[in-house]
């Protein structure tokens, strides 16, 4: 396999990466503790030892909020809406890690808290507002604040994702990465008609296949690059877990009404069990 992604972006990427190891690790004896005993663990693994060629990344699962930021003064309606989870991801995650037996790797802390696809210390990492809603807990933090969120909760997810890519690749196995959204029917006033998108940047090969199969359904509006595009800018789990392996890889991003129920998560989950098996066997032909 060819790795797609330019030298200067990976240096760029890892040293970022790699400075923000090294600096929290050598001040984590010195720096306040974001997450209690007994708090939910940063990095949830679903069948690590999964038989498939599928590892399957939700980067936004959970909406869950370390206690020490007291709800980040939202109110349980914000929390419960889309500026803080991807509604429905990890209900058709975990499905659809049963039926690929895929090993599955999810966040379940809030992107309010620290977003866990972007590059720490970019515009978007931590927000002070999302749509219409202002983040007042996240308003003029502190370095170590900072720090502490990326060290107790973006790093122990990437970490364990990097782990699990390592070893298979230590191992020869090939892999699939799929990272999986959600989004909102509308955003601040304009409709999204799509039913899926399928997200892609250098690397087309798995996307296009998806995106030929999905189409064969002429019910089911099918976006391609929308209603979100990847970018080096705006992502950070396929540049730097798919691109820069120069593995297969795609984002999905799924309307949020159409998962909201276990009924709608099961139906996704089915469908892309089938059109990704199929989508890679058809890459692999072409080979």
């Known amino acids: 396999m060819h790795t797609v992604t330019p030298d200067a972006f ?3 990427n890892a040293n970022a ?10 001040q984590a004896a010195d720096a306040m503790q974001l997450l209690a005993a007994g708090e939910q663990p940063a990095v949830l693994i679903e069948r690590p030892d999964a038989g498939s060629d ?11 909020i370390p206690r020490m930021l007291d709800s980040l003064g939202l109110s349980e309606t914000e929390l419960s809406s889309h500026i803080a989870w991807d509604i429905g991801t990890a209900g058709v995650a975990r499905r659809l890690s049963e039926r690929l037996d895929a090993t ?12 866990c696809n972007r590059t720490p210390g970019s515009p978007e990492s931590i927000v002070d507002r999302s ?3 202002q983040i007042g807990r996240n308003e003029d933090l502190s370095e170590a604040e900072i720090e502490a969120r990326g060290r107790e909760i973006f790093q122990p997810y990437h970490d364990a994702l990097r782990e699990i890519l390592d070893a298979r690749q230590r191992q020869r196995r090939k892999t699939v990465l799929i990272s999986i959204h959600s989004f909102t029917p509308s955003y601040r006033g304009a409709a999204r008609p799509w039913h899926i998108g399928v997200m892609y940047h250098r690397d087309a090969r798995l996307a296009t296949e998806l995106l030929r199969l999905l189409r064969r359904d002429e019910r089911l509006p099918v976006g391609d690059n929308e209603p979100y595009s990847i970018s080096d800018e705006t992502d950070y789990t396929i540049p ?15 309307r949020q009404d159409l998962i909201a ?13 089938k059109l990704l098996k199929q989508a890679v066997e058809s890459l692999d032909a072409k080979a």
Request: net charge negative.
């Open 10 to 12: 990976v240096s760029l």
């Open 17 to 26: 990466a790699a400075q923000m190891k090294t600096s929290t690790e050598a």
């Open 54 to 64: 599928f590892v399957l990344a939700c980067d936004h699962a959970g909406r869950d």
């Open 104 to 115: 599955l790797v999810l966040q379940p802390y809030s992107r309010l808290v620290i977003d």
């Open 131 to 133: 749509e219409w809603t």
């Open 240 to 254: 730097i877990h798919g691109e820069a392996r120069g593995i297969p890889h795609l984002a999905l991003e799924i």
């Open 261 to 273: 129920d276990e009924a709608g998560q099961s139906t996704w989950a089915g469908r892309l069990a």
